[in-house]
Structures are given as structure tokens and as C-alpha cells.
């Protein structure tokens, strides 16, 4: 029996079960070999602890057992919650994630990407900061990407997007329904991608509902997010509700009214867009729109998995639900504004 902490080797299977070492390594691997024998050295394996070295195992499959995961952004604090549950899925099917953020950059999310490649990552979960960049497809050759929330330029393995026109036409409708027709939009992705679906899906809800909208970009981490928030609510003609385009850059808006004496939601219905756990929390609890943040994370690794074991490809497409809380109503402090 090996000593407590030291790591089993092939060899010693090999000399308990009487096999050679590369039969043993073989019956592990369940390749040329009767089922009997490798139910016997596995079963050998579990009594002494054996556990491959992940070197070796990385160098006899190809494969390293890790799963890159890039994010967009974690001062969001859905990216954050979504990264632990895509980990935490993985762990289940035997793999690990290296987690890193691309902190809203695109230059430098296209070169951790680069990183993650050479580090033989078995694939890549990305949530992309710009989606349309050309080595996306130079990437997707060497390795196998998944995306989360928009498809990649020239990506053929797979990608879990939502359905923004649905979640778009949820906020704009719920607000339109209580009376709001001028509206601030906040987003963290106009000023790099202005083409993406929900930013140009809200121009045209804007005009098909009769609202005038404000669309201006914030980042999602606390004190910008605030600070774009302020340069919307401190105008003589602000909105009477704000859109943000994540519950992240809401919490700024509630932040920022607050600041200037604005009573939430008296004053300003505010709405978010990912139904964070925490949005519960602040006073009132915020209205926002549900994408079953487990369910994406299930997703993603189904179809990164699927990527790595070169099954087909896939695309899922996540519907959105609203979730109405007290931070949405008619107002009743003072006139509006239009």
C-alpha cells in the first residue's frame, strides 16, 4: 500500500494486477482491452488511489481537461454569476475552467483568446466584447468556441444567443404600458458594436410604441455605470424611466437618482435586463428580465463538450420572461417632463 500523499503510478497497478504497465494504461483508457480486465484494474485503481497525472494524461489523449472561459466583462455582476455556473457545470462533467476578463476591451479579449489557445485549452466559452472581429474564424479553426449572447463572425461550432427583440419588446412594452414615453437607454456595447440586434431592436420598438428614447452607452462596473446614469437624469428634459441593458448598470441608475433627490419609483421607474440574484435586494426590488442564468450556463458546456467530442454543432436561443418589481410605475411626484 503506497504511502499516504504520495501519488499511485501505473507501474504499481501494474504490479498489483499483474499486468504490464502498458496494458494497464490501455484498460484505464477502456481501449484494447476486454471489459473484465478493465473493470479489474479500475476497480484496482479506486482501492489504491489512483489518480492520472494530468500531464500525462493531457499528452496520451490530447486533450487537457480544460475549458477556457473568457469574459466580456467581470465587473458585471451576471458575467460573475454566470462564470461560476458555467465552472461549476464543468467540474460535473470532469473538466476545469480557466476563468480571465477581457474588462470591456477588445484588444486585449482577442489576445487572452491567444492565450487560452496556446495553453491547449480543450475549448473556449466566450461572452465577446466585439463579436464581429475577423479572428474569431482563425481562432474557431484551432479550436473549438462557444459563444454566449452573440454569434461570432465565421464561428461554425456553436453559440447560446438570446432572443433580444423578445426581451427588448418586454421592457418597452411594460414601460409604455405605465404611461412612460420619455425613456433613457443605458448600454455597455454601443460605442464598439452599434450594429447588435438589441441596441438597434430598441430604435425601432421606440418608434413602433411612440416613445422617445435616449440610448447612451455605460460600463457595467459601479461608478461608470453612475456616472452615465447622472448625465442622463440631471437634464431639464430626463426620462421618466431608464432601460438598462443589465441590472449591473441599473444598480448605478438607483445610485445616481438617489444622488439628486429622485425617488425610485415615484420619480423614475427603472428596468433592468438579466435578473441578477442580487436585484432582490436593493429598495424597491428592480424590475428586470429573466434568462435563466442556469439554463444558459447548461448550455454553454452541452455545446462545448458537444465541440471538443466533434458532435455537430449547435445554436440555442434563449427566450427572455419579465419579472415586474416595485422599481416600475406611474409616476406621481411631479408632472412629466413631455
Known amino acids: ?5 504520495r501519488r499511485v503510478t501505473i507501474r504499481e497497478l501494474a504490479r498489483v494486477t499483474g499486468l504490464s504497465p502498458a496494458a494497464v494504461s490501455y484498460a484505464l ?14 476497480a484496482a485503481a479506486d482501492e489504491l488511489g489512483y489518480r492520472a497525472h494530468p500531464i500525462a494524461r493531457a499528452l496520451a489523449s490530447g486533450r487537457t481537461g480544460m475549458v477556457g472561459l473568457l469574459c466580456g466583462s467581470l465587473a458585471d455582476f451576471w458575467q460573475q454569476e454566470l462564470a461560476v455556473g458555467i465552472g461549476r457545470a464543468l467540474l460535473e462533467e470532469g473538466r476545469y ?33 466585439d463579436p464581429s472581429a ?3 474564424a482563425e481562432l474557431a479553426e484551432a479550436l473549438p468556441v462557444v459563444s454566449v449572447g452573440d454569434a461570432l463572425a465565421g464561428n461554425p461550432h456553436g453559440e447560446v444567443v438570446f432572443d433580444n427583440r423578445a426581451g427588448v419588446t418586454l421592457a418597452l412594452e411594460h414601460l409604455h404600458g405605465l404611461g412612460h414615453r420619455r425613456i433613457g437607454v443605458l448600454t455597455s456595447t454601443l460605442e464598439r458594436t452599434p450594429d447588435r440586434p438589441a441596441d438597434v431592436h430598441v430604435r425601432a420598438e421606440a418608434r ?11 460600463r457595467s462596473a459601479l461608478p461608470e455605470a453612475t456616472a452615465a446614469a447622472r448625465g442622463l437624469l440631471v437634464r431639464r428634459d430626463r426620462p421618466s424611466a431608464v432601460f438598462c441593458f443589465s441590472d449591473s448598470i ?16 415615484d420619480e423614475l421607474s427603472v428596468c433592468g435586463y438579466d435578473a441578477h440574484a442580487l436585484s432582490v435586494l436593493p429598495t424597491p426590488p428592480l424590475t428586470t428580465v429573466d434568462w435563466d442564468l442556469p439554463g444558459v450556463a447548461a448550455d454553454a458546456v452541452s455545446l ?5 467530442e466533434e458532435r455537430s454543432p ?4 434563449r427566450s427572455p420572461v419579465l419579472c415586474p418589481r416595485e422599481s416600475t410605475s406611474r409616476i406621481l411626484g411631479r408632472a412629466h417632463p413631455y
Do not use: C, F, N
Not at 462545448?304 to 471538443?308: D, I, T
Open 97 to 129: 475552467a480557466i476563468v480571465l476578463d477581457a474588462a470591456d476591451d477588445p484588444g486585449r479579449e482577442l489576445e487572452l483568446a491567444g492565450r487560452l489557445r496556446e495553453q491547449r485549452v480543450d475549448g473556449l466559452i466566450v461572452q465577446p466584447v
Open 134 to 136: 475577423p479572428a474569431w
Open 29 to 42: 483508457r477502456g481501449v484494447h482491452t476486454s471489459a473484465e480486465t478493465q473493470k479489474r484494474v479500475r
Open 1 to 5: 500500500m503506497p504511502k499516504p500523499g
Open 304 to 308: 462545448v463538450l458537444a465541440a471538443v
Open 314 to 317: 449547435g445554436r440555442i436561443v
Open 208 to 218: 413602433r410604441l411612440g416613445l422617445e428614447v435616449e440610448v447612451a452607452v455605460a
Open 250 to 265: 441599473a444598480y448605478g441608475v438607483y445610485l445616481a437618482a438617489g444622488e439628486l433627490g429622485l425617488s425610485v419609483p
